[in-house]
């Protein structure tokens, strides 16, 4: 095994994912639906690593990728203006990949994960109405908000197949790839985001600028990730080796953007 | 008042409606205040509650048991809800049964987050159902309906298109869910499939005969009848079955594209109002519309015998012979 089987993984699922939600109207208006390689390297990370995984497993993962394409579509909407046909159509993306999802898995009668998918949603709804709510949180809770909306689908899918033991590397690592995304937003765009407003007024951020954060929560996060691949028991040598390599060369990369 | 007459003909239904009101409002609940308010905003607008009805109605040709069809019929509502509050991000309408949308009261993304909440939540209660086929129906009518407002937007302002495209549009924006009700109904209480499938065929027609009616009405009905200036659907861009009718009429051919691209005036459009409801198309739609409802009735006839195929009958008339 080396990087180039795990990239042929992902990018044949995600080939598959694409082929199953294209429909001509909404490519021409609204792009290709959103599939995250980060995220389907962390559902396919049991079959990578060797564990039993059939049609069914695969099927289900396409599902989850399908539903976080469809919430993913639904961020695209601008708050005050949607009267575009674009946008319009972006509105009915987002429900039509989300009505593909329980398409896939009512195809493979799996209700157990159609119903824990949309508790899920639920949750990841609630989550991403929390930044517009008055209410003050402090750093910790808003920290659960942003991990319950990148992480809670795909925690439920290794939950439904007993793949527990994968849940904490995969919430961290996705959490770390949406603080990276983030970031290179931030610096090609200087959007005025939700998060940023957020976090840039947590008293543990005093005096930081909105970079500076999200720097200092990817040193963070990569360092804990590192530390939890390396003391875990249950990945195969060289899936480690493949994913601190992978991670390194990220920072790295990081390093060299901070000190340029 | 309306909506007491419809009352009226569920009359029998009442006990296990007000379970289902108070399953609606279980099932809305949150930690979020932002997501409660909105979704029991819309909620407590209120609502025909046609597709719950007709779920209850269908059930009633097998093992009827409320504690169980109530998930069913919860579920389509919700998805109902659901789609409004999307739809209202899509029109951008600020009132919706008279009372200020989800995106107005908030903003587009706040409605985003409820509609699918709701949507995940009408899931949600649905896999109480533990039946393969339920839920493929309601997963593939959900995509259709998707498939069918695609579609709605792509005819906007098109006048080339043609009946069939409408009904085509009309079946996917309201006849595909009112059948499912029906469907899913009879499905969730073991109900043979020769018979589900002369309830699915019932809500079919039905869906198609409310539709058309909903159309002619906005036209027909007044301003303030309808909450909203009356011809709302042409100025749109949306061309419904009357209009298609009259679309080559000389008269009426100069208001059409002043409607469409947007120059109507009030005058204007109070003379092509006039126009249009003196003309055939009014009657020659409520024509159409008549076939499916006496296609829908003769769905009811082909029934077994039972205490509900009244009320099925009644409620298929009163909707497709409404007057706002």
Redesign the interface.
């Known amino acids: 095994m080396n990087a180039a089987y795990i990239e042929k993984q992902v990018s044949q699922l995600k080939k598959n994912i694409l082929m199953q939600l294209h429909h001509r109207t909404l490519l021409q208006f609204t792009g290709q639906p959103v599939v995250e390689d980060s995220q389907l390297l962390y559902l396919l990370l049991p079959k990578i690593n060797g564990e039993h995984w059939s049609a069914r497993h695969e099927k289900a993962a396409s599902a989850v990728a399908m539903i976080n394409a469809a919430l993913h579509e639904h961020e695209k909407i601008d708050e005050q203006d949607a009267t575009s046909k674009s946008q319009q159509l972006t509105v009915l993306a987002g429900d039509y990949y989300s009505g593909m999802y329980y398409t896939t898995l009512a195809s493979i009668s799996d209700i157990p994960l159609i119903r824990t998918l949309s508790e899920a949603v639920v949750e990841i709804s609630e989550c991403k109405t929390a930044l517009y709510e008055p209410e003050k949180r402090d750093v910790k809770e808003w920290f659960e908000i942003l991990q319950v909306i990148e992480t809670k689908t795909i925690e439920q899918f290794l939950k439904r197949f007993d793949f527990d033991a994968y849940i904490d590397i995969a919430c961290q690592g996705l959490v770390l790839t949406r603080f990276k995304h983030e970031l290179q937003q931030y610096q090609e765009l200087h959007q005025n985001t939700r998060v940023k407003r957020v976090l840039e007024q947590q008293k543990e951020y005093a005096g930081l600028s909105y970079e500076q954060i999200l720097q200092y929560q990817i040193s963070d996060l990569s360092s804990n990730l590192i530390r939890s691949i390396k003391s875990s028991p249950f990945l195969l040598d060289e899936v480690k080796t493949i994913m601190l390599q992978h991670i390194e060369s990220d920072m790295s990369e990081h390093q060299t953007m901070r000190e340029g | 008042m309306e909506k007491m007459k419809l009352k009226f003909l569920y009359a029998d239904l009442q006990s296990d409606i007000k379970v289902i009101e108070r399953e609606l409002e279980t099932a809305l609940d949150?930690?979020?205040?932002?997501?409660k308010d909105a979704s029991l905003h819309l909620l407590k607008a209120g609502g025909k509650r046609i597709r719950p009805v007709f779920v209850l109605l269908a059930a009633k040709f097998g093992r009827y048991d409320i504690h169980q069809i109530k998930n069913v019929a919860v579920a389509l509502e919700l998805v109902h809800m659901a789609?409004l509050v999307?739809d209202d991000?899509?029109d951008?309408s600020e009132l919706r049964r008279g009372r200020p949308t989800v995106k107005s009261q908030?903003?587009?993304?706040?409605a985003?987050?409820?509609?699918?909440?709701i949507?995940?939540?009408a899931?949600?209660n649905i896999?109480k159902i533990?039946n393969?086929k339920a839920?493929?129906i309601?997963?593939?009518t959900?995509?259709e309906?998707?498939?069918g407002?695609?579609i709605q937007?792509?005819d906007k302002m098109y006048l080339e298109q043609n009946i069939r495209d409408y009904f085509r549009r009309i079946k996917r924006k309201t006849a595909l869910l009112i059948s499912s009700s029906c469907y899913l109904g009879a499905i969730a209480a073991g109900v043979d499939e020769k018979v589900a499938s002369h309830l699915k065929r019932f809500g079919y027609y039905v869906g198609m005969s409310y539709q058309i009616i909903d159309d002619v009405l906005d036209l027909t009905a007044s301003d303030k009848q309808l909450g909203k200036p009356a011809g709302s659907d042409l100025m749109q861009g949306n061309i419904t079955l009357p209009v298609l009718l009259v679309k080559e009429n000389a008269d009426m051919r100069p208001f059409i594209n002043q409607a469409l691209n947007g120059t109507m005036k009030e005058d204007e459009r109070q003379a092509f109002l006039k126009k249009i409801r003196q003309s055939d198309a009014i009657e020659e739609s409520y024509r159409i519309s008549n076939l499916y409802l006496q296609k829908a009735l003769r769905e009811v006839e082909a029934l077994p015998s039972n205490s509900v195929k009244k009320s099925l009958k009644d409620i298929a008339i009163y909707m497709g012979k409404r007057k706002f």
């Open positions: 949150s930690s979020s205040h932002y997501l789609s999307h991000v899509i951008d908030w903003n587009n993304r706040v985003m987050y409820t509609g699918d909440f949507f995940a939540k899931i949600e896999t533990e393969q839920h493929e309601l997963s593939k959900m995509v309906i998707c498939i407002e695609i937007i792509e």
